[in-house]
């Protein structure tokens, strides 16, 4: 017989037909007579009903099917006599898989916390809460690919091992094949390359925009989607070391189209959650967040704030309250500033644009104004930063005065400088952070618990 998923399975009447079904063991309960095994096999956060009469089996198997253990069922499916469940299963055969030791298995007990999860990130799917994050951040990932494919932008590989260090100066991961305990280095002290294996300095990508700019000004509009890498020592829920990044870059898009861009994606992908993870994003509002719906519905029915930077400051300042760190026009905003914004003053995601140049990076088209950048920071309540972007510079000469000023290796620019000498043009892009819109979507508070393998400072077990 064909294994059916559970989720075929509750979504289809096949009521009185005969199923298999395999998958792990979420709980048992009953009597001497009869047991109940609540079954999951990760295809949804339900779980189907099992029902198996005590004497049909070996009385050892019985005993083994404990939480965690894997099995397969085949039997009758049949309307439930019981509640909570409109079918379960009448067992006729029971195959045990896998024992799960039952004074051994952590996960033994419900409810542990989100900290022993995490140290438990190998056993951490086979929760609820786990299952409904990643299938979700599945779909997230799916309808990214939707979108930028219906819209004619091309999926472009960017490379993860960098020769570049422009942007990431200070926070990148060195790769190297060198022998740590042989290095080599020159007259002047630095470290000798040359026998490396690529025989230069090379890094893990903070960002791949540089490269999709490259892509973007001849395919016209392109969008990257990987992992990116950031040695940043940002202990906090938003950070990690690792995280995936969407990075869509299109030639022709002045900054406006650029918000209007990141409005129309955050908001489509928030509708497609609402219309194909519903099960997974209920449980979540009962268990995690019990205004993660209304949140979800409110972003997207409402429009973004768009204000400049400057703006934000003066409301910012105008409030008279006491900050963490100071409010002042030239300063970066913080965490507690953006939310400020977000989750008091205007109640509804804002979009700050035309940031002072200097708290930005060197890529960005400067105004008329010779002090600010056609910058655009998308901030999310409960989030802050979720998207980060920028009409580009397209003008060569002024490009090249901003990479001399800021010291920036002009040298190991040089491809980058090329695209606007030759065919330039005016052009737009942004970095969506990937666990952050997760985060948003789940209603998580943790980073860490919205990508499978977190890597952060101090961590990497799995
Ligand atoms: P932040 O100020 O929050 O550190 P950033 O200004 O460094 O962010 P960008 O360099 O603009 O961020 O990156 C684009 C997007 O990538 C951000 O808007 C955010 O969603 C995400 N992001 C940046 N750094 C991290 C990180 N360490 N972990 C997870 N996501 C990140
Ligand atoms: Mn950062």
């Known amino acids: 017989m064909k294994r059916t998923k559970i989720k075929a399975l509750l979504s289809t009447s096949q009521v009185g037909s005969e199923v298999l079904v395999k998958g792990w063991v979420r709980t048992k309960r ?37 939480t965690g253990a894997c099995i397969a069922v085949s039997g009758k499916l049949v309307e439930s006599q019981g509640q909570g469940q409109k079918v379960e299963i009448n067992a006729s055969s029971i195959e045990l898989y896998g024992k ?64 570049s260090d422009a942007e990431g100066a200070g926070e990148m991961f060195h790769v190297t094949t060198m022998d740590l305990n042989k290095l080599v280095h020159k007259e002047d002290g630095s470290l000798d390359f040359n026998g490396d294996f690529f025989g230069k300095e090379t890094n893990l990508t903070v960002s791949g925009q540089l490269e999709g700019e490259l892509g973007a000004l001849s395919l016209g509009e392109i969008y990257t989607f990987g992992p990116t890498f950031r040695a940043e020592n940002s202990n906090t829920p938003r950070h990690l070391a690792e995280f995936w990044m969407i990075e869509p870059e299109m030639s022709f898009y002045d900054l406006n189209d650029n918000m209007d861009l990141a409005e129309e994606f955050v908001k489509y992908l928030i509708k497609y959650a609402l219309e194909n993870c519903r099960e997974d994003l209920e449980f979540l509002n009962n268990m995690i967040d019990n205004k993660l719906l209304e949140k979800l519905n409110f972003v997207l029915n409402n429009e973004f704030v768009r204000i400049t930077y400057t703006e934000a400051v003066s409301i910012l300042t105008a409030t008279g309250k006491k900050w963490d760190y100071m409010v002042g026009w030239g300063r970066d905003l913080q965490a507690e ?40 920071d998308v901030l999310f309540p409960g989030i802050g930063e979720i998207i980060g972007g920028s009409q580009r510079e397209e003008n060569y000469e002024k490009l090249l005065a901003r990479i001399t000023e800021m010291k920036l290796p002009q040298k190991d620019l040089w491809w980058y400088l090329d695209t ?16 952050r819109l997760i985060l948003f979507v789940t209603g998580m508070s943790n980073i860490r618990d919205v990508i499978p393998f977190p890597r952060t400072p101090k961590n990497a077990e799995f």
């Open 337 to 376: 500033h953006e939310r400020y914004l977000v989750e008091e003053h205007f109640k509804r995601p804002v979009i700050l644009t035309d940031y002072p140049r200097e708290i930005k990076a060197f890529y960005m088209k400067q105004n008329e104004d010779g002090k600010t950048v056609r910058a655009m």
């Open 30 to 66: 009953g009597n001497k007579n009869v047991v109940f095994i609540a079954l999951n096999d990760g295809s949804t956060i339900n779980n189907i009903q099992v029902v198996a009469d005590t004497v049909s089996f070996d009385e050892n198997l019985i005993k083994d099917i404990t």
């Open 100 to 163: 799960s030791d039952a004074e051994t298995y952590p996960l033994q007990k419900k409810g542990h916390s989100m900290e022993f999860l995490r140290e438990n990130a190998h056993l951490r799917f086979r929760t609820n809460t786990f299952g409904a994050v990643f299938r979700i951040r599945h779909s997230m990932a799916f309808a990214i690919h939707n979108y930028f494919n219906d819209k004619g932008f091309f999926y472009l590989h960017t490379p993860i091992i960098t020769g």
């Open 420 to 435: 606007r000498k030759f065919g330039t043009a005016p052009h737009s892009g942004f970095g969506l952070g990937f666990e």
